[in-house]
């Protein structure tokens, strides 16, 4: 069965790498500036840059 549908066992390796990969870049490129929580706030789960609360 495996002979039958080897390309398909590779698509989905290929694919659940892909993710991983597109998943990981997306997280790196929205957090390259760290994020704090400003407790003073109205909503202090809204997150806000670092260096405004200096």
Do not use: G, Q
């Not at 991983?20 to 109205?42: G, P």
């Not at 202090?44 to 405004?52: E, F, G, H, V, Y």
């Amino acid at each position: 069965m495996i002979r039958k549908y080897w390309w398909l066992v590779v698509f989905a390796i290929t694919v659940f790498l892909f993710d991983a990969v597109l998943m990981h870049w997306i997280e790196l490129i929205s957090t390259e500036t760290d994020k704090c929580r400003n407790m003073n706030s109205v909503n202090p789960l809204k997150l806000i840059n670092c260096t405004d609360l200096d």
